[in-house]
């Protein structure tokens, strides 16, 4: 079966980081026997800067669509950028001389799931919806919810045209179903490389508890209450924060953060430079605002595969998990004093059994993701 999966945002292992959501769903049909094509954008959406096309060694096919750039996360240049990338795709996907018999599409972005629509239509393909965030709602806590209707007419005849929709989270499921979707669905969290050697490595290094490390990873923008966090961190001469990514946010963050030498920023790292980071922290950090919309995000997995225990702001699946699993610890955002007694009881849990790792095994969820696609392909 030749399959086309698209996503414009993860980061790529063929520019240092490591590998993400679709490209590890790429190999996966590709381990599976499909003919695989990874469309993705130049531009690259975590460092505001223009990629270098470099192909990948062979498993599957990736083409990159041209895009103008944006540099920041909410802005009317992304609105432009994710427009030229839906109608630029559909230029490059007509030249293509092998048609798919199934796209695998990410939402977001919304504009390219109308253009594929469409072209499935043409030529008698289908299309599966793969939810990454809540769009629109997740802008509803930055513009009026009525500037938002032209998205939801979008997204409601992107999921209710889908053969398949599958989602990173329960509660994307529910939100596909709220827009009437009714076709056959799938829940696939994050998927991650598990690091083999992290339950070994936080059996040797116990936590001190006078010089506890935190980890934050991932951007630094409104979703997040990092001020916070630098805050206690501030208050407290027993803890420690690395912060590594970056965002709008993060000159603000700095500023907040003085002269503290017990916070440092690392910017993006690579996968080495990311891995050598979580292996030498005590407890990983998810400040998050329950308006975002994320259910479960990635940085939690990132987390659970170097056996860290968690502390995190957000309700809902991820506390959840944490509770199920004896992973973490939730506390009340804004609240500095919930946060360093949070901190304090996640650091004496032991996660070396992995549990809640092995829910984000990539090597499980994307063969099952296949899985999944290949069974409801032989009844469309």
């Not at 669509?65 to 802005?75: F, M, T």
């Not at 990873?217 to 805050?231: P, R």
């Not at 996968?271 to 998810?286: F, I, Y």
Request: proline fraction near 5%; include cysteine.
């Amino acid at each position: 079966m030749t399959v086309w999966i698209v996503n414009p945002f993860d980061n790529l292992p063929t520019e240092g980081y490591r590998p993400q959501r679709y490209w590890l769903m790429a190999e996966a049909f590709a381990a599976a026997g499909h003919d695989v094509t990874l469309w993705t954008q130049d531009w690259s959406h975590a460092k505001k800067s223009r990629r270098e096309e470099c192909p990948p060694d062979g498993a599957f096919a990736l083409r990159f669509v041209h895009v103008p750039g944006y540099r920041r996360n909410i802005c009317f240049r992304r609105i432009w950028s994710h427009w030229r990338f839906a109608r630029n795709w559909v230029s490059a996907a007509v030249r293509m001389a092998e048609r798919p018999q199934v796209i695998v599409v990410s939402s977001p972005p919304l504009f390219i799931g109308s253009e594929v629509r469409r072209f499935c239509a043409d030529i008698g393909a289908k299309y599966v919806v793969d939810i990454m965030d809540a769009w629109p709602e997740t802008f509803e806590r930055v513009v009026p919810k009525w500037s938002l209707c032209w998205m939801r007419t979008i997204a409601a005849g992107n999921y209710r045209g889908a053969a398949g929709i599958t989602a990173v989270t329960r509660s994307y499921l529910e939100l596909a179903r709220r827009y009437g979707a009714e076709c056959p669905m799938h829940l696939c969290y994050h998927g991650i490389q598990l690091m083999q050697d992290a339950p070994a490595v936080k059996r040797s290094r116990k936590p001190n508890p006078s010089c506890l490390r935190l980890v934050y990873i991932g951007n630094m923008s409104l979703s997040y209450d990092l001020a916070t966090v630098v805050d206690a961190v501030k208050s407290d001469v027993g803890l420690m924060l690395d912060l590594a990514g970056s965002g709008p946010d993060e000159p603000s963050l700095r500023e907040r953060a003085a002269c503290c030498r017990r916070i440092r920023f690392h910017g993006y790292l690579d996968e080495e430079g990311l891995r050598s980071l979580l292996s030498s922290a005590d407890v990983g950090v998810v400040p998050m605002f329950d308006e975002s919309c994320v259910g479960v995000p990635y940085k939690l997995a990132d987390y659970a595969a170097a056996g860290l225990p968690v502390v995190s702001s957000l309700h809902g699946e991820t506390a959840e998990l944490l509770s199920r699993y004896n992973a973490g610890v939730t506390y009340r955002v804004r609240d500095v004093a919930a946060f360093l007694d949070a901190v304090r009881r996640a650091a004496c849990l032991d996660c070396s059994d992995m549990s809640l790792a092995k829910l984000f095994d990539s090597s499980r969820l994307y063969r099952e993701y296949v899985g999944f696609v290949c069974s409801k392909s032989a009844i469309w």
